[in-house]
Every structure is written in C-alpha cells, then in structure tokens.
C-alpha cells in the first residue's frame, strides 16, 4: 500500500489532496498545526474510505520541524512513498511596512522547511527506486510581485528548486513536481491579511478555481512525473509569456493585480 505524506493538510489544496489520495486506496501522514481539524479530516475519510490515516499537529515554521516531523513518520513505521510539500502561508503588504517575525516565519515555512523535509524524503525515495514528489508553487513564482514582494520570491525559489530536483533524479524513479496555481478559492487569503487590510481584488473574484479542482489537476500531474504544472489555460499562457515582455513592464503588471500601486 502507498503512502502520501501531505503538509497542511488541514484547509485548501492539502485537504483536497488528502481526499483524493484517499479515495485511491493510499495511506495519509496528514500534517498540520490545528490537529483538530485533522482529526476531523480523518473521521471525515474514514466514513467512506478503508485507507489507515495518521495526523501530525506540528507548527511546520518553528526551527526543527522538519526533524522532528520525520522522526515521527518513522516512529509510525511507515515509509513515505509520495510526499506532498503544500504547506505554505503568504505576507500581503508593502515588505518595510509588515512585521519581521510574520515574514521570517513564512520564509521558515515555504523555504526552509520544504527544503529540510525534502532533504530527508528524498534519499528514502532514490534509495527504493521510486516515488513521487509535489511541492506547491505558484504563478507567483514566474515574476516579483509587489506588495507580497517575499511571498512571490519563496514561490519562484520552490519552482526553480523543484525544476532541478527533477531534472536530477530523472534516471531514478523518482519525480518532483512544481505546481503552480493561480488564484484558488481556500482560507489562504484571508490568512495572509493584517488587521484592516482588505483582500486584493484578484482574490476576491468568483471565477477563481476552487480547491477541489486544483488538485485533481494536481494529482494527476504528479502521478505523470511532470516538472511543472501549472493549473488553468490563461495562467499557463501568463506564464509563458513573461519572457516577452520588458521586465519593468512585469512587475508593473504584477503590482496592478496585487493592488500596489
């Protein structure tokens, strides 16, 4: 039986992945910091599903995370054969406006502890000769983007990163997949916002894709082995076409939908 490791799997694209992998039959390590959530999402999974399901409350930002998220997958005995890096926060507002410690705590998470925990899964995986690997981008990720100016940088760091992890370990039976989707419908938004800040306007519209959507493209896109994927047809041709045009004339855009002017 397979095994997915999913993190922040309590809300959005982790929880729609946990469904999913369960409906497939997989076993879930489902990771998170609210465990009653977790422990929602499985009594939820276990209604309908005959998968075995394992939840992790850890603050994923704090220093050691990594570590001692690992420690305990091997403490439950089980080995990780997919591994789905989902957990992720954003920091909306003008970088010498906002406070340090929120946005070193989101380089802590969409930086470092990707990385970390990728660096101790991956070796297991090589050494099996197999497994899959996801970690959650964005198309934020292909220019900066004033006004979240950190966010999009850890983004572009999680797509370059992955790129060549796969481009590594293409002979080895293993697979890492940068996503990148646009926009989607989950708490993350409101999540990222001080108070008295109001949502941007490209994260209020009623055309953005809901989580559910996202990762069924997301979990097919794994299970092929591609690179990258990035979710919906006008967010894949934006970013193809980034390198055409002057690179003032991008980030102007890119503060245009981010609402910095």
């Given amino acids: 039986m397979k095994t997915a490791l999913i993190t922040g799997a309590s809300d959005g694209i982790g929880l729609e992945m946990a469904r999913i992998h369960a409906r497939n039959g997989h076993r879930l390590i489902l990771v998170a910091r609210r465990l009653d959530r977790l422990n ?8 309908h599903n005959p998968a075995e399901i394992h939840c992790i409350g850890l603050d994923l930002s704090a220093p050691d995370a990594a570590s001692d998220l690992y420690l ?3 403490e439950v005995g089980w080995e990780v054969d997919y591994l789905i890096n989902n957990a992720g926060v954003g920091v909306y507002g003008a970088f010498a406006e906002r406070d340090w410690l929120q946005t070193a705590a989101m380089i802590d998470l969409n930086l470092k502890m990707l990385t970390h925990l990728t660096r101790l899964i991956l070796p297991d995986l ?10 959650v981008a964005s198309t934020a990720a292909f220019q900066p983007g004033p006004g979240m100016a950190v966010y999009f940088a850890t983004k572009a760091y999680v797509l370059h990163f992955s790129e060549a992890l796969h481009y590594e370990n293409r002979n080895k039976g293993v697979s890492v997949t940068a996503l990148c989707p646009g926009p989607t419908r989950s708490g993350f938004a409101q999540a990222m916002m001080a108070p008295g800040q109001t949502v941007p306007s490209m994260l209020r519209s009623l055309q ?5 959507s996202v990762a069924r493209y997301a979990y097919k896109a794994m299970m092929r082995g591609d690179s990258v994927a990035v979710h919906g047809l006008m967010n894949r041709i934006m970013a193809g076409s980034i390198g055409l045009f002057p690179r003032r004339l991008v980030v102007r855009i890119a503060a245009s939908l981010t609402g910095s002017h």
């Avoid at 929602?40 to 209604?47: F, N, P, S, T, V």
């Avoid at 090589?126 to 970690?135: D, K, L, Q």
């Avoid at 953005?208 to 559910?212: E, G, L, M, T």
């Fill in 40 to 47: 929602a999402l499985r009594e939820e999974l276990g209604m």
């Fill in 72 to 74: 305990q997958i091997k």
């Fill in 126 to 135: 090589i050494a099996r000769g197999s497994g899959r690997i996801m970690n």
């Fill in 208 to 212: 953005i894709p809901d989580s559910a």
